[in-house]
Every structure is written in structure tokens, then in C-alpha cells.
């Protein structure tokens, strides 16, 4: 009852902080970007808060719970996309825009920005719902409440507070979240360290059940996306200038390193020594070996993780959603309409989330989209290339449609036209480039 209790407060408090923060909105600036005055520390609790989320965290475990160390490629990906992002910093010294398909809008014009405006909400919707999925499943997992009943209450929850308050909402919480996620892990951590050895028996990171194919489509779809990834720049323009952006950067990749192989050893930990698997692989573990307490802050610092990302996937597709339908987003009442659409998404997203509970699934296949589409195209960009906008049109539509078509494809042509999607999106870039 008390646990409960707990859950039920912890929304509450959530909603406050969503009432509050919109007090302090004086502008489209303070709403979109946080009034661009984050230092290093912000700008990495708030990289940290948004990439560990549901798909981070339970999908490392899960993969590491079938494939071994394998399992640390998720977030060593991540860690290596923020490297490779950090010394293109310089590209955002000059930008005054709130989200990247306006950047890409400085690169090709502005029907590119309002039509990848408008495909990167659709792809961001499998992202929302995914990380609705990973909360839903551990409250169930947790406190019995029903899947439908703990995602309408978290996903409810997640859109009002995000819908108020905007990045202020968002970058308030974001440093705590941050702490409280890696407490967690390392509290999990430590305890199995104590409960069992360390496993010798996990499949290396690269094996029949991991292959140097699955890692090069993880670098095409995964950490590309933090080369080139929406909600990375959303946090990244925020931060008051492009040092303190580039630092963080480095930061939060460090930080990742550890995390990765940790989550891993969860996964490892799981495959030897679950005997009864309910739910998520990393609370099927923790309930196993830890008592009620510790199994309690485990949930909350999961929940936070997963909220941290959620609130910003949620921010990103509704901003989107909302520079499709109104070009202009300086003025109080794009505010309005922004509010509105995050609303929208994530109703649609919570629809999503109760038809499809698979969390890799979902989340890999936004992804897959976003990447064929985008990834050449903003990094053709922020190299300081230029193409005719309706070759980058084609190139996004022609990436995008072929990535799709790869991921419902059975192996082994799922990889093959994956990675056609990238090269034919760079040829159809070069061939329209302007000389």
C-alpha cells in the first residue's frame, strides 16, 4: 500500500513541477530552448537524463540476456556518436533555430524544414511509445497495477507536465534524474557483486548470437543518431555556447563507457541465475536478490530514467508536429500549438504502446526511419555542403522508405538494403550538390 502510495506521489510531484515551470515562460525561446543558459554540468545531466532511457536501459539488459557482452553495444554506440558530434559543435555557434530541421531548413531551404519536420514527428512516435511501453511494463512488474491502467497514468502524466512547462519542465528535473539513474544502476551493480560472481560464462561481444553485421547496422541506426539525432540537438541548443556544449558532450560519452558494460553484466547476470522471468530482465533480477526497499529505489530511478526520455521525445515530436502545421514558432502562440500537438502525440503514441508492447521492436524501428532519412543529410550539412532542395527532398524520401523496407525484410537482405538506403541517399545528395 505504502509502495503505492509512492507511485501515486510521484506523478503528483511531476505534475507540480509541469505547473510551475510554465510560470516561468516569458517567450517562444524560454519555452523551446530553456532560454539558452545551460552550463557544462545541465547540458550533461540532461544528455545523460534523455539518452538512459526504457530502450537503453531494458533493451541493454535484454539484448545482454540472449547475446552476452553483446549487450554493451548500445550504449558504447551512444558513447561513440557523442564523440564524433563533439568537435561539429561550432556549427550551432551560429544557429538561432529551436530544433534540427530548421538547421536542415539553413542547409536546403525551407521546404526541407517543414517536410522533415513533419516525417521526424511520424518516426518519433514508435520512440515515444516505446519509452511509455518500458515504464508501463516495470509498474505492472512492480505494484500489479494492469498494463493499460499504469500507461495511461504515466503517459497522461508525461504529456501534461511536458505540455506545461516545456524544456523548463524538462531541464529542471534533468541533473536529479540523472544522479538518481546512476545511483541506481550502481546499487545493482554493487549488491550482485556481492550476490553472485562475476559471470565467466557471457557470450563474447562479438559471436553467432552478435555479428559484426548487427553491429554495423547498431553504428548505422543507433549511434548515427547521436551524430544527427533530434532529441541530442534539442538538448545541445539549449547550452549557451558551443564549448560548453562540445564539453558536455565528452562528458556524458565518458560516462556511458562504464554504464554499458554494467548494464550488460545485469543482462549476464539474468540469463545465469533467473529462475522465474516476469517481465522485464533487469526486475526479474532485482526482485530476485534484493529486498523491497532496494527493488523500490531500483523502479524510481528506472521510472526517472524512462520519464527523463520520454518528456523530451514527447517535446521534440510535438515541436515538430507543430512547425508542420505553423511555420512560425516565435511568437505565444506557436506555444499554444506546440502544447496542443504534444498532446496529440502522445495520445497517438499511447495508442501505439497498448497494441505493441515490444520495446526494441518499436523503438528500432523508428529509429531505422530517422536514420536512412536524415543521417546523411545533416552530416552533408554540418560539413558545409550544400544540395538543390528538392534532391534533398528525394534523398530524405528515398533513405527513409528504403531503411523502412529493410527493417521489415528478413535477414539477410534486411542489412543489405539498410545499408543502400545510406549510400544511395549520399549519391542522391552528391549528384544535386551545388558547385
Same mark, same amino acid.
Given at each position: 500500500?505504502?509502495?503505492?502510495?509512492?507511485?501515486?506521489?510521484?506523478?503528483? #510531484?511531476?505534475?507540480?513541477?509541469?505547473?510551475?515551470?510554465?510560470?516561468?515562460?516569458?517567450?517562444?525561446?524560454?519555452?523551446?530552448?530553456?532560454?539558452?543558459?545551460?552550463?557544462?554540468?545541465?547540458?550533461?545531466?540532461?544528455?545523460?537524463?534523455?539518452?538512459?532511457?526504457?530502450?537503453?536501459?531494458?533493451?541493454?539488459?535484454?539484448?545482454?540476456?540472449?547475446?552476452?557482452?553483446?549487450?554493451?553495444?548500445?550504449?558504447?554506440?551512444?558513447?561513440?556518436?557523442?564523440?564524433?558530434?563533439?568537435?561539429?559543435?561550432?556549427?550551432?555557434?551560429?544557429?538561432?533555430?529551436?530544433?534540427?530541421?530548421?538547421?536542415?531548413?539553413?542547409?536546403?531551404?525551407?521546404?526541407?524544414?517543414?517536410?522533415?519536420?513533419?516525417?521526424? =514527428?511520424?518516426?518519433?512516435?514508435?520512440?515515444?511509445?516505446?519509452?511509455? @511501453?518500458?515504464?508501463?511494463?516495470?509498474?505492472?512488474?512492480?505494484?500489479?497495477?494492469?498494463?493499460?491502467?499504469?500507461?495511461?497514468?504515466?503517459?497522461?502524466?508525461? =504529456?501534461?507536465?511536458?505540455?506545461?512547462?516545456?524544456?523548463?519542465?524538462?531541464?529542471?528535473?534533468?541533473?536529479?534524474?540523472?544522479?538518481?539513474?546512476?545511483?541506481?544502476?550502481?546499487?545493482?551493480?554493487?549488491?550482485?557483486?556481492?550476490?553472485?560472481?562475476?559471470?565467466?560464462?557471457?557470450?563474447?561481444?562479438?559471436?553467432?548470437?552478435?555479428?559484426?553485421?548487427?553491429?554495423?547496422?547498431?553504428?548505422?541506426?543507433?549511434?548515427?543518431?547521436?551524430?544527427?539525432?533530434?532529441?541530442?540537438?534539442?538538448?545541445?541548443?539549449?547550452?549557451?555556447?558551443? =564549448?560548453?556544449?562540445?564539453?558536455?558532450?565528452?562528458?556524458?560519452?565518458?560516462?556511458?563507457?562504464?554504464?554499458?558494460?554494467?548494464?550488460?553484466?545485469?543482462?549476464?547476470?539474468?540469463?545465469?541465475?533467473?529462475?522465474?522471468?516476469?517481465?522485464?530482465?533487469?526486475?526479474?533480477?532485482?526482485?530476485?536478490?534484493?529486498?523491497?526497499?532496494?527493488?523500490?529505489?531500483?523502479?524510481?530511478?528506472?521510472?526517472?530514467?524512462?520519464?527523463?526520455?520520454?518528456?523530451?521525445?514527447?517535446?521534440?515530436?510535438?515541436?515538430?508536429?507543430?512547425?508542420?502545421?505553423?511555420?512560425?514558432?516565435?511568437?505565444?502562440?506557436?506555444?499554444?500549438?506546440?502544447?496542443?500537438?504534444?498532446?496529440?502525440?502522445?495520445?497517438?503514441?499511447?495508442?501505439?504502446?497498448?497494441?505493441?508492447?515490444?520495446?526494441?521492436?518499436?523503438?528500432?524501428?523508428?529509429?531505422?526511419?530517422?536514420?536512412?532519412?536524415? @543521417?546523411?543529410?545533416?552530416?552533408?550539412?554540418?560539413?558545409?555542403?550544400?544540395?538543390?532542395?528538392?534532391?534533398?527532398?528525394?534523398?530524405?524520401?528515398?533513405?527513409?522508405?528504403?531503411?523502412?523496407?529493410?527493417?521489415?525484410?528478413?535477414?539477410?537482405?534486411?542489412?543489405?538494403?539498410?545499408?543502400?538506403?545510406?549510400?544511395?541517399?549520399? #549519391?542522391?545528395?552528391?549528384?544535386?550538390?551545388?558547385?
Amino acid at each position: 500500500m505504502t509502495s503505492i502510495f509512492l507511485f501515486y506521489t510521484y506523478l503528483f #510531484l511531476a505534475l507540480v513541477i509541469g505547473c510551475t515551470s510554465s510560470r516561468h515562460i516569458a517567450s517562444a525561446k524560454d519555452f523551446y530552448i530553456a532560454g539558452k543558459r545551460m552550463g557544462v554540468w545541465q547540458t550533461t545531466g540532461t544528455l545523460l537524463a534523455t539518452i538512459l532511457g526504457s530502450s537503453a536501459i531494458l533493451g541493454s539488459v535484454d539484448i545482454a540476456y540472449t547475446s552476452g557482452w553483446a549487450g554493451a553495444w548500445l550504449m558504447l554506440c551512444g558513447a561513440l556518436g557523442l564523440a564524433v558530434l563533439a568537435p561539429l559543435c561550432g556549427v550551432f555557434q551560429q544557429f538561432s533555430g529551436f530544433h534540427l530541421p530548421a538547421l536542415l531548413g539553413n542547409f536546403y531551404g525551407p521546404l526541407v524544414n517543414r517536410s522533415s519536420a513533419a516525417v521526424i =514527428a511520424v518516426a518519433w512516435l514508435g520512440v515515444v511509445s516505446a519509452q511509455f @511501453i518500458g515504464a508501463a511494463e516495470i509498474t505492472t512488474a512492480i505494484f500489479g497495477v494492469s498494463y493499460p491502467r499504469a500507461l495511461m497514468l504515466i503517459g497522461c502524466t508525461i =504529456a501534461v507536465y511536458t505540455a506545461l512547462g516545456g524544456q523548463f519542465s524538462i531541464i529542471r528535473t534533468d541533473i536529479l534524474q540523472a544522479l538518481f539513474i546512476i545511483v541506481g544502476i550502481l546499487i545493482v551493480f554493487f549488491g550482485l557483486l556481492r550476490h553472485t560472481p562475476v559471470p565467466a560464462k557471457g557470450l563474447p561481444m562479438i559471436s553467432r548470437a552478435f555479428s559484426f553485421g548487427d553491429l554495423l547496422i547498431l553504428i548505422l541506426t543507433y549511434a548515427s543518431t547521436f551524430v544527427a539525432g533530434p532529441d541530442i540537438y534539442s538538448r545541445l541548443l539549449c547550452a549557451k555556447d558551443a =564549448a560548453t556544449a562540445k564539453k558536455a558532450l565528452y562528458l556524458a560519452a565518458a560516462i556511458l563507457v562504464p554504464i554499458a558494460f554494467i548494464l550488460a553484466y545485469f543482462g549476464i547476470c539474468g540469463a545465469q541465475s533467473i529462475t522465474h522471468k516476469d517481465g522485464a530482465i533487469l526486475f526479474s533480477l532485482v526482485r530476485q536478490n534484493f529486498s523491497l526497499p532496494i527493488v523500490l529505489v531500483i523502479y524510481f530511478a528506472t521510472l526517472s530514467a524512462i520519464m527523463s526520455s520520454a518528456d523530451t521525445t514527447l517535446f521534440t515530436a510535438g515541436t515538430l508536429l507543430s512547425q508542420f502545421i505553423c511555420n512560425e514558432q516565435n511568437t505565444r502562440s506557436s506555444i499554444f500549438l506546440t502544447r496542443l500537438s504534444i498532446l496529440a502525440i502522445a495520445a497517438v503514441s499511447l495508442l501505439i504502446a497498448f497494441f505493441c508492447r515490444s520495446i526494441l521492436s518499436v523503438f528500432f524501428s523508428a529509429l531505422t526511419v530517422y536514420s536512412g532519412a536524415f @543521417i546523411v543529410p545533416v552530416i552533408w550539412g554540418m560539413a558545409g555542403f550544400r544540395s538543390r532542395p528538392s534532391f534533398a527532398l528525394w534523398a530524405i524520401a528515398v533513405g527513409g522508405m528504403l531503411a523502412l523496407a529493410g527493417r521489415l525484410l528478413p535477414m539477410p537482405w534486411d542489412k543489405i538494403i539498410i545499408v543502400a538506403a545510406f549510400v544511395l541517399n549520399f #549519391l542522391i545528395l552528391f549528384v544535386g550538390r551545388k558547385k
